[in-house]
C-alpha cells in the first residue's frame, strides 16, 4: 500500500489523527519517549524502521535513536559524533559495535533508516543489516555472537531519542516509526521507489508486529501525551518527555514530512514535505538549535546564515519572532550563499535591521518600519515573479506597502535565486523562524506560499519517469577487455560521450553523435582530432550505451583496465543552423540544455547558432583540424565571456576580447573573436554549449575558505557531477561524480587537464539533497578567499530528493 496523507489521517487502531507530522527532537530539552515493556519480546530477531531529518551535526554529542537499558551495556541506534552511522548491540557485561564507511551530514532532507537484527544466523554478516533509503550500506566492527540476545526488546526501559543513561540526546525531526519484533525484514516492507522519480519513499507497513512491536507516526498532537500513542494495534503507546504542541516556536510537532501533498491556503503548518530550515552548512557554527529554526547570535557581527531552500519564481512568506533583542538583527533574502557578509551588506541581498528600523541592502541602510522589540514577529513576503520584496511587523506591513497588489514595495529585486537569510548580532541576538511548519501567526498575503517542498514548481526533469535526470546525463563504470563489448546501462543513445581510465594514466577521450563515433579529441592535450579505423575504439553509439572495439590507438578498451564514461543526451541526428554569421551543423536538447556545435572558422568575428533557445552560459570549444588549446569561458567573471579559461591546462583565467569578443550569448547566438582556439579561417571547431536547467543543471561559482568545513554550494538538486576549476593559475580541473564517490565524502577525483589515474586517497565533497559541501581545504578546491567555478548534473531535483 502506498504511502499517503490518508494512511497517516487515521491509525491501525481506527483513532482519529492528525494527519502527517514529525516530531521534533531539540537535544538542549533533554527530549525522549521512553518505554518499558511488561515482558520480554524477541531479543535475537527484530526490524526499526524510521525517517528521520537530521538538525544538528554536533562534534561531541552521540545521538541517538533509539536505545535500551541492558544493564552494564545496553543496544544503541544511532550516530557517532563524525556522523557515521552506528548499532550496538549489548547486554550485561557484553557488547559489538558496527559503524558505517559512510558518513550522513545531508541537513536539508529526509533518511529512511531501517536496522534489521536476526542473531540466529550462522553467518555472522546477516546478523545485523542496516539500510539507508532502501540501499544496504556496508558495516564495519564486530557482529553479534549467533543466538545472542540483547537489550532491545526486552523488559528494561526502552527509549527514542536519547542514550540509556540520558546524556546524549537527539537533534532530529522523526516520523513513521516502526518496530516489528520478531521479524528481521528489509526496506521494502516500508518504502517503494516512486515510479515518477525514481526516488525512495515511505509505504504502509501491513504485517504482523510481535509482542513489543508497535508504531509511531506522531499525528495526534491534541496533547504531548498523545503523541506517543502507537497505532500498530497492539496498544505499545510512548510516554513523551520534554516535548511541547503549545502554539509558537516551542511547538515540536510540525507538519515537514518526507512526503509531500496538500493545498497551501497561507495559514502555515498544513501542506505536508520537506520544509526549508536554517542551514547549519551554510551558516556559522554551534548558533542553530530547535530542528534549525532557531538561530543564536554569536560573537561574530559580519557574517550571516543561509536556509535549506532557495527559490528563483513564484511568491513566499515566512516569519520570524526576535525572541531575544539585541542591537542589529537582520533577516531577509538574498543570492549566492555567502556566509561573509551580513544581510544587506551586498548588492544581491536585501533584509530589515529589526533593532534599528531600517532596511538594508548593498550596505546602505535608510530608515524603514518600525523598531522591534522582543517578542515581535517579522513577516517577510518576496514575489519573485515581479521581483519585489515587502517586510511587516505584527501583522502590519511598513510604509502601506501591499504584497497582493504589489505596491510600495520594500525593493525591487535584481531577478535570481533567492533564499531566506539572517544574523542575530553577537552573542545575545536569538530568533526563531517559522517558513511554514507550523502554523503562521499572520496568514499569509493571498496568493504567497509557505517554503516546502510541496510548494515548489514542478521540474521540467525529474517528475516524470519519462523525464528522471538519468534520461539526459548518466554516468556507467565498465572494464576493458581489448576486443570487443557493448557497454549498457546508459538509459539513452548517447550524443557525447566522454570516457576516461581510472587505473591508468590513459588520454580522456572525448566523442560525440555531430562529428561521428571514429572522431575523437583528447581534453588534456592540445592535439588534432584523431580519426580512429572502422573496428576500433568505439564502434557504434547504440540504444543504451556504446559498443566497444578491440583497444589499439587511444585506450578505451584496455584489457583489465577500468573506466568511467560519462553521457550526455543532445538531440540525435545534427541539423543546419543558420541563425549566426556562420551556418553551424547542431545536435540540440533545449529541454536539458545541452547542444553540440561544428562549425568552419573564417578568421573574422562572427556568430555561430547553438540551437539551445536560451543563452548558455557554460562553452567548451577546441579546434578539431589542427591543434589547439580547448578554450571555455568563466562564469566568475562580471562578464563571463571576456576571456579565457583553457580545458587542458592549469592557466588561470585571461582576459582576451579575441576569444568571445566580450559578448554574451543571446537565446540564438555565441559569439567568436579571432582567436586560434575559436575562429581561424579554414579551420574546423566544435563546441559543447550548455545552459542551466532549473532542478538539472548548475553553473556558477564560489569562494573557498580553506576548512574542511568548507564552502556550501546550492545547486537546487542531488548532484551526480560536477566539474570544479579553481580560476587562478596552477590548478586542475577536477571531476567528481557519483557513480564512482558511492557515498559522502566523494572520493575518486580525476583532473580533465591530466591524464592522471584516479586518485582515492582523500574524501573532498558531499554530495546533498540540495547541493554540495567541500569537505577538504585542497587549494585546488578550496583554498581561503580564492575564486572557483563549477558545472553540475543532477541525480534527482531536491523537490524529490533525500539525503544522503
Not at 547486554?91 to 531501517?114: K, N
Not at 503549545?246 to 501533498?261: E, I, L, M, Q
Not at 512568506?317 to 557578509?341: H, M, R, W
Not at 540564438?668 to 545552459?691: K, L, Q
Request: with cysteine; aromatic share 14%.
Amino acid at each position: 500500500m502506498a504511502f499517503s496523507p490518508r494512511r497517516l489521517m487515521r491509525g491501525a487502531s481506527g483513532a482519529s489523527t492528525g494527519g502527517a507530522r514529525s516530531l521534533r527532537f531539540n537535544s538542549a530539552d533533554t527530549p525522549y519517549l521512553n518505554r518499558t515493556p511488561a515482558s520480554a519480546g524477541n531479543r535475537r530477531t527484530w526490524t526499526f524502521s524510521a525517517w528521520i531529518k537530521r538538525s544538528i551535526l554536533s562534534t561531541t554529542n552521540y545521538p541517538q535513536l533509539m536505545s535500551a537499558d541492558g544493564g552494564t551495556y545496553g543496544s544503541k541506534i544511532g550516530y557517532f559524533a563524525d556522523n557515521t552511522f552506528w548499532v550496538d548491540v549489548g547486554q550485561g557485561a557484553t557488547y559489538t559495535r558496527l559503524t558505517s564507511t559512510a558518513v550522513y551530514r545531508d541537513v536539508s532532507a529526509w533518511y529512511h533508516v531501517v536496522v534489521a537484527q536476526d542473531t540466529t544466523q550462522a553467518t555472522d554478516t546477516n546478523r545485523v543489516k542496516v539500510y539507508i533509503n532502501g540501499s544496504q550500506i556496508t558495516l564495519s566492527g564486530t557482529y553479534p555472537a549467533q543466538n545472542f540476545e540483547g537489550s532491545i526488546n526486552n523488559s528494561s526501559a526502552q527509549n527514542i531519542g536519547r542514550e540509556t543513561t540520558g546524556v546524549y540526546y537527539s537533534d532530529v525531526y522523526m516520523t513513521e516509526v516502526y518496530m516489528v519484533d520478531g521479524q528481521a525484514l528489509t526496506p521494502s516492507y516500508f518504502g517503494e521507489t516512486d515510479a515518477d522519480t525514481g526516488v525512495w519513499k515511505p509505504k504502509a507497513y501491513s504485517g504482523s508486529y510481535g509482542t513489543n512491536g508497535f508504531y509511531l507516526n506522531f499525528s495526534n498532537n491534541s496533547n504531548t501525551t498523545a503523541l506517543g500513542r502507537d497505532y500498530s494495534g497492539n496498544g505499545n503507546n510512548w510516554t513523551p518527555n520534554n516535548f511541547s504542541v503549545t502554539a509558537g516556536a516551542g511547538n515540536d510537532s510540525v507538519v515537514d514530512v518526507p512526503t509531500s501533498s496538500g493545498t497551501d491556503t497561507g495559514v502555515g503548518g498544513e501542506v505536508r514535505g520537506n520544509y526549508c530550515t536554517w542551514n547549519p552548512l551554510s551558516t556559522y557554527a554551534n548558533s542553530l538549535a530547535n530542528g534549525n529554526l532557531q538561530f543564536n547570535g554569536t560573537g561574530s557581527p559580519f557574517l550571516r546564515g543561509n536556509s535549506t531552500i532557495a527559490v528563483s519564481s513564484g511568491k513566499w512568506y515566512f516569519e520570524t519572532t526576535l525572541t531575544t533583542a539585541s542591537s542589529s538583527t537582520t533577516v531577509g533574502i538574498g543570492q549566492g550563499f555567502i556566509t561573509d557578509k551580513y544581510p544587506g551588506q551586498d548588492a544581491l541581498s536585501y533584509a530589515q535591521t529589526l533593532e534599528q528600523g531600517s532596511k538594508i541592502n548593498n550596505n546602505v541602510q535608510p530608515s524603514y518600519g518600525t523598531v522591534f522589540s522582543t517578542g515581535d514577529i517579522f513577516m517577510c513576503a518576496f514575489d519573485l515573479d515581479n521581483n519585489k520584496i515587502f517586510f511587516g511587523r505584527n501583522g502590519t506591513w511598513f510604509d502601506s506597502s501591499n504584497p497582493v497588489t504589489g505596491t510600495s514595495p520594500a525593493y525591487t529585486l535584481t531577478a535570481g535565486t533567492y533564499c531566506p537569510i539572517a544574523r542575530p548580532y553577537n552573542a545575545s541576538g536569538v530568533i526563531d523562524s517559522n517558513f511554514g511548519q507550523r502554523p503562521f501567526a499572520y496568514t499569509a498575503p493571498s496568493g504567497f506560499k509557505a517554503l516546502c517542498t510541496q510548494n515548489l514548481p514542478t521540474p521540467t526533469i525529474g517528475a516524470t519517469t519519462a523525464t528522471q535526470a538519468g534520461k539526459y546525463f548518466n554516468t556507467v563504470l565498465y572494464t576493458g577487455n581489448g576486443t570487443t563489448q557493448t557497454i549498457s546501462g546508459v538509459g539513452f543513445q548517447p550524443d557525447f560521450l566522454w570516457v576516461k581510465s581510472r587505473s591508468n594514466a590513459y588520454w580522456h577521450s572525448l566523442l560525440d553523435v555531430v562529428r561521428g563515433r571514429a572522431k575523437t579529441l583528447f581534453t588534456n592535450v592540445t592535439n588534432a582530432e584523431f580519426t580512429s579505423a572502422s573496428n576500433k575504439e568505439v564502434t557504434a553509439f547504440t540504444s543504451d550505451g556504446f559498443s566497444l572495439g578491440p583497444d589499439n590507438d587511444y585506450s578505451i578498451n584496455s584489457g583489465g583496465a577500468t573506466f568511467v564514461a560519462w553521457n550526455w543526451k543532445a538531440g540525435g541526428t545534427a541539423v543546419n543552423n543558420t541563425a549566426g554569421s556562420i551556418t553551424s551543423t547542431v545536435s540540440a536538447n533545449p529541454t536539458s540544455g545541452f547542444s553540440i556545435v561544428t562549425y568552419t572558422g573564417t578568421g573574422a568575428n562572427a556568430t555561430v547558432g547553438h540551437g539551445l533557445g536560451v543563452a548558455p552560459k557554460f562553452i567548451i570549444t577546441k579546434k578539431r583540424s589542427s591543434t589547439s588549446n580547448w578554450a571555455t569561458n568563466d562564469p566568475s567573471q562580471s562578464n563571463p565571456f571576456s576571456g579565457a579559461l583553457l580545458l587542458n591546462s592549469t592557466n588561470a583565467f585571461a582576459s582576451s576580447s579575441a576569444v568571445w569578443q566580450d559578448t554574451a550569448p543571446t537565446t540564438t547566438v555565441f559569439s567568436i573573436g579571432t582567436a586560434d582556439a575559436i575562429n581561424i579561417s579554414s579551420a574546423t571547431y566544435v563546441a559543447y554549449c550548455f545552459a542551466p536547467i532549473a532542478g538539472y543543471s548548475a553553473i556558477g561559482f564560489y569562494t573557498g575558505n580553506g576548512s574542511a568545513d568548507g564552502a556550501f554550494v546550492y545547486t537546487g538538486f542531488k548532484p551526480a557531477y560536477v566539474l570544479i576549476k579553481r580560476t587562478t593559475s596552477g590548478y586542475d580541473w577536477w571531476i567528481l561524480d557519483s557513480a564512482r564517490g558511492t557515498i559522502n565524502a566523494v572520493k575518486g577525483r580525476l583532473y580533465a587537464n591530466a591524464a592522471d589515474a584516479e586518485s582515492t586517497t582523500y574524501p573532498y565533497v558531499d554530495f546533498l539533497s540540495n547541493g554540495f559541501k567541500l569537505r577538504d581545504a585542497d587549494g585546488g578546491l578550496n583554498a581561503n578567499g580564492e575564486p572557483y567555478i563549477y558545472m553540475c548534473f543532477a541525480s534527482n531535483p531536491f523537490k524529490y530528493s533525500l539525503a544522503r
